[in-house]
């Protein structure tokens, strides 16, 4: 008999459990499995047979409660036969083989004469009638004790994944094969249990194999200590497991595990027991950051398997990760790292097609477009991993020192990637080459097997542009077709100045220069002698960085003299370009071309919101300057503050709207409403008549077929209909002329009725960002058919900045609507505006502000993750 103490490492069943001895310093620690006495549990199937029934559930019980605790043991005897060994089993002093039967667990074995006299058998015998009585366990209704198990995978591995993809499933770690493979039990949401096999994503640990069938055993160096390294960690603990992609073999799987102590692929890595797997690492849950920087630790400190790592000397920042920014050839890129340099960059051992001179109308036949398309599609404005192989000396084809360097965007080897397709050819050589040499020369064995590209017997493809804007006269023959197709995609080949572009239309074969319409823009320097303009190298660096080799969408609306073409210009599908060049305060309204454009309220608005902020152009107004001028005022005069009857008639977003101001004109409206219904009941509108935009004229309203007075905001594309704004209530839509008519000169003396507003001393989110939805239904529950009292602050630009009350509820400033908006979290408050210095404002301010405070420790909507808007003039809703 032999006795001790131990750790349980594993439990085999709910009568069979795998003891760890202490730690040895030659190596993983002595096991044991220990059979426990006197009792019998269900046993676990596999692949060849099902579970008995409730073994998983009584192996379960034993498994969370003694997996990773010291106990104490006692060897009873040992199966000559098997070896087997039996015994007990102490946690806290009381005996284990006790807890299973007395909770239903475990009954009791065939007991032998000599032995049904012990003391702990007539102990046994009573736990077990005491949890047949109670029906606990295995004493319960059978049916419920069976779980449906799948041991081995034989579905569809792609379909799996794809029903399971991102999803944190529960699981048991069952086995540990290696430091980096493990078998796993899924507990699926259907309630069935699937067992897989599981190559922890992004990382590699050495093999260890062992008496596998008609294979040699191997076990790498440091095998053995990573497998324990991840056994003493999660061999059955409880984890989830988030399934990311199919292994090699089809039924196996790479996921990440998660666990709440950490995570054990960093951990490993870390420590020297794995490596860092480039065909997996793109599929991590999280990205590969983490691990990357564990490897280059654990590197730093040569750990284990890296302690004969030598560290070669490349040079200052010869691994880093950037941003594209340009592609200057099939093979050449240019990226901006974190220092905010920009590097040029050369594919490691890659040679892309040369580009062939330009001749006018003259179709060209090259790969050189579809390399420098595919690097363009793949990576500009992508993050990219980029090691620096080696470095080219100045030579007669390229003057300055050449860095030659591996990217990688999301893991993939771009030049590997280009080679691939036949778009790139592989450079030999032997002394300076790529850390993927190897795999460039195999992707290129397979593209000429393949005869893929400039590999394939077939001719290059030919490509002729048309340049749209050579002349005014082309550019007009041009100007129907873009007017009349609403939004045209669109590359931006090249950044003349901030509001300037050369464009390239794939679809139609051609090229235009492109001009953003409303603003004005400083031009930049175009040679080193020429002197920019005040932000005019800013304003071509800001749109270079977000538009250079972007695809865009535009919408033309005319053209100038030179043969540009104007117009309105996107990224990202819904970003402005000239708003955005207004918010930064590096360009500035064109007022002419601005009011006519259907745009004119967002440029509007975002040219304000710079003025308050002061950005760049703007910046040499000095606010300390107008605060002391606006204080002396306020000390010579009281602020003089206009009051209005208002009642609210279009909601734009929750704090952009127009009210109609309740007077005699407003008296006036129905009347006019009716004599204008009469004059039109049958009238046309003239032959030939064709409404100028900004024009105010008669206007059928689509919802209720009634006429009213409208402005004509432009006219789009299509050259049977107009958009327009209805002047007596804000709101706007698009009709066909035919529902279009000249106003008549009676109905022209009611000054229009929609006055254009902001909310006062508030920022609320746009209607498509964050809670812009929210804000604007609340704005509109506060003030739908009610008339109100609007406080005028400031008109700009004939827009109002209002504070609103109801006057049936209060015109204390802690009831206005604006202060409700702000206590419900779905504004925050702003103090640029110079009102808001006013002595006589400040009490509503400190009263806004303290709302918001409330909001935040209540975490109401914008405020759901905390207070992320450390300074509420620099967030964007």
């Known amino acids: ?87 007990s089993i102490y946690l806290n002093q009381e005996n284990v083989a006790f807890t299973l039967v007395r909770e239903g667990w475990a009954t009791i074995r065939e007991i032998k004469p000599s032995e049904s006299e012990n003391a702990d058998v007539e102990a046994l015998y009573s736990y077990k009638a005491e949890a047949e009585a109670a029906k606990r366990g295995i004493w319960t209704d059978k049916e419920s004790g069976i779980r449906k198990a799948h041991y081995s995978f034989d579905g569809d591995a792609e379909e799996f994944l794809k029903t399971y993809k991102g999803k944190a499933l529960p699981a048991i770690i069952e086995n540990i094969r290696d430091g980096s493979t493990v078998r796993a039990c899924l507990m699926l949401p259907n309630g069935e249990h699937q067992y897989i096999t599981l190559m922890i994503s992004g990382i590699k640990a050495p093999i260890i194999r062992q008496g ?36 090699h073999n089809g039924n196996s799987f790479f996921g990440t595990i998660q666990h709440p102590a950490g995570n054990i692929a960093e951990a490993l ?110 990576l500009i404005g992508k993050h990219v991993h980029v090691t620096i192989d080696y470095v080219k000396p100045p030579s007669d084809q390229f003057p300055e ?73 082309k550019a007009k023959q ?25 464009l390239i239309i794939s679809k139609e074969s051609c090229k235009l220069t492109f001009v953003l319409g409303g603003i004005h823009c400083p031009r930049a320097a175009r040679n080193p002698g020429e002197k920019s303009e005040p932000f005019g190298a800013e304003a071509l660096e800001f749109v270079s960085r977000r538009c250079q080799q972007r695809e865009v969408e535009i919408e033309v609306d005319s053209i100038d003299k030179t043969g540009g073409f104007i117009g309105t210009m996107w990224i990202n599908k819904n970003e402005n ?173 009611l000054p229009q009725l929609a006055h254009e507003a902001v909310l006062s001393f508030i920022k609320v989110p746009e209607l498509k960002a964050d809670y812009g939805e929210e804000a604007a239904r609340r704005f509109a529950e506060m003030v739908k058919g009610r008339p109100l009292v609007g406080v005028v602050e400031q008109r700009e630009h004939n827009v109002m900045h209002l504070t609103l009350y109801d006057p049936a509820i209060s015109q204390d400033p802690e009831r206005s609507l604006n202060a409700e908006l702000v206590r419900d979290g779905l504004a925050t408050v702003s103090t640029k505006a110079h009102y808001t210095r006013h002595p006589s404002n400040q009490p509503l301010v400190l009263k806004l502000q303290e709302a918001s405070e409330l909001a935040k420790r209540e975490r109401l909507n914008i405020f759901e993750y905390g207070d992320n808007t450390a300074d509420d003039e620099d967030s964007r809703y």
């Not at 080897?413 to 080459?433: H, M, T, Y």
């Not at 045209?488 to 300037?500: F, P």
């Not at 360009?587 to 950005?615: F, T, V």
């Open 577 to 749: 370009v000239a708003a955005l060049l207004l918010e930064e305060g590096l360009a500035e309204i064109h007022s002419y071309s601005a009011d006519q454009s259907k745009h004119s309220a967002l440029l509007y608005s975002a040219e304000r919101k710079a003025k308050q902020e002061r950005k760049n152009r703007w910046a040499n107004e000095d606010p300390d300057a107008v605060v002391d001028e606006v204080e002396a005022v306020d000390d010579a005069k009281p602020l003089k503050k206009e009051y209005l009857d208002v009642e609210v008639s279009e909601i734009k977003s929750g704090g952009h709207f127009y009210v109609q101001i309740i007077n005699k004109h407003l008296d006036g409206l129905e009347k006019m409403m009716s004599e204008l219904s009469v004059h039109l009941k049958n009238s046309t509108a003239p032959p030939n008549w064709k409404p100028r935009t900004n024009e105010i004229v008669s206007a059928k309203f689509t919802e209720d077929n009634q006429w009213y007075r409208a402005k004509i905001l432009r006219n789009i594309t299509d050259p049977k209909n107009v958009e327009v704004i209805y002047v007596d209530y804000g709101n706007s839509e698009t009709i066909p002329l035919s529902r279009i008519c000249p106003l008549p000169a009676q109905c022209n003396s």
């Open 478 to 502: 041009f100007l129907p077709f873009f007017q009349r197709g609403g939004r045209t995609s669109a590359i931006v080949e090249y950044v003349a100045n901030g509001s300037r572009f050369k």
């Open 269 to 378: 890595v870390s420590n020297g027991l794995a490596k860092v797997a480039d065909w997996s690492i793109t599929h991590v849950t999280g990205g590969p950051a983490a691990l990357r920087e564990a490897e280059r630790k654990a590197q730093a400190s040569r750990l284990r398997l890296w302690q004969d790592h030598v560290t070669k000397d490349k040079g200052q920042d010869h691994e880093f990760d950037g941003t594209v920014l340009r592609i200057m050839t099939g093979d050449t890129i240019i990226v901006r790292n974190a220092k905010n340099q920009e590097r040029k960059l050369r594919l490691s051992n890659v040679k892309a097609p040369t580009r062939l001179p330009q001749q006018k109308g003259v179709e060209i036949a090259s790969f050189d477009y579809e390399a420098k398309e595919f690097l363009r599609k793949k």
């Open 401 to 473: 020192a050449t860095e030659c360097a591996t990217v990688k965007v999301a893991g993939t080897n771009i030049a590997e990637q280009l080679v691939l397709r036949g778009l790139a050819d592989v450079i030999k050589s032997r002394d300076d080459r790529s850390q993927f040499y190897d795999q460039l020369l195999v992707a290129e064995a397979k593209a000429k097997e393949e005869g893929k590209g400039k590999h394939s017997s077939k001719e290059p493809p030919k490509y002729k542009w048309s340049d749209a804007s050579e002349n005014a006269t």
């Open 1 to 87: 008999m032999s006795s001790g103490k131990a750790t349980v490492k594993s439990v085999l069943s709910a009568d069979m459990v795998v003891l760890s001895g202490r730690p040895r310093a030659s190596g993983p620690p002595a096991i044991r499995t220990l059979g426990l006495n006197y009792i019998q549990a269900p046993k676990l199937g596999n692949k060849d047979r099902p579970d008995e029934p409730f073994a998983f559930a009584a192996r379960d019980f034993l498994r969370k409660l003694l997996v990773g605790k010291e106990v104490m043991f006692r060897v009873d005897y040992t199966v000559p036969s098997t070896g087997r060994e039996y015994g």
């Open 212 to 247: 596998v069938a008609n294979a040699e055993d191997l076990i790498e160096p440091f095998s053995v200590e990573a497998k324990h390294f991840v056994e003493t960690r999660l061999l059955q603990r409880e984890v989830r497991i988030i399934l990311e992609m199919v292994g």
